[in-house]
């Protein structure tokens, strides 16, 4: 989505929520970042099942959360925070009985369309050299490669959903979290150029 599109949403959504349209607002953004958060979910989790908890605790999550939110983010950084929370709750824990609450029935419908679509991880076309590659990093390192990259994220933002889930970040503790992601992100793509030009591969972009 580009640049200009996102803010227009960011701006609805903020409108939405200031009017008291809590069921507009938690809608809408699900419309808009509903189907990428789940790709991001599946891709980093690698199990749907799991996944498809993650993503209907998400929705529990920003449900909650939603009254007491004061855009001090965009809505879609933090949900991908609360999205990378419920996924690393139950990756600790993936057996475990959770009492979801019910969801209004325009976000739980935008939950199951969002569902329906394939993430691009899993779709045999995506399954190419460059895809075992990256699959070869970290955890940690293919979020970050995920957010920045594909997700085209500003590096404030990218630090703020990899910060732990009860993680309170100043300004200033977000400023220095922004560096040293950046400066490990390039520690990344040298890597990756490397295994790259192992196999005879052209570099990833920037």
Partial sequence: MAMGLRQNV?????????????TGAATLGYETYGPEILAFLEHELRDPDLAMDAFSQLGVDIWRGLPGFRFASSFRTWAY????????????DPYAKRAYRALPGEISRVQLDARSRTAPWRRTSARDQLTLIREEL???????????????????DVALVLADEDESLSDADIKKRS???????KGIKRKLKERFAQAGLLGERD
């Fill in 138 to 156: 970290s955890p940690e390192e293919r979020a970050i490669l995920t957010l920045r990259l594909d997700r085209g994220m500003a590096w404030n």
């Fill in 81 to 92: 925070r609360l999205a990378r929370n419920a996924m690393y709750r139950l990756r600790k």
């Fill in 10 to 22: 960011e701006e609805e959504i903020a409108r939405r929520h200031a009017e008291g349209d809590l």
């Fill in 179 to 185: 560096a040293a992601l950046r400066q490990r992100y």
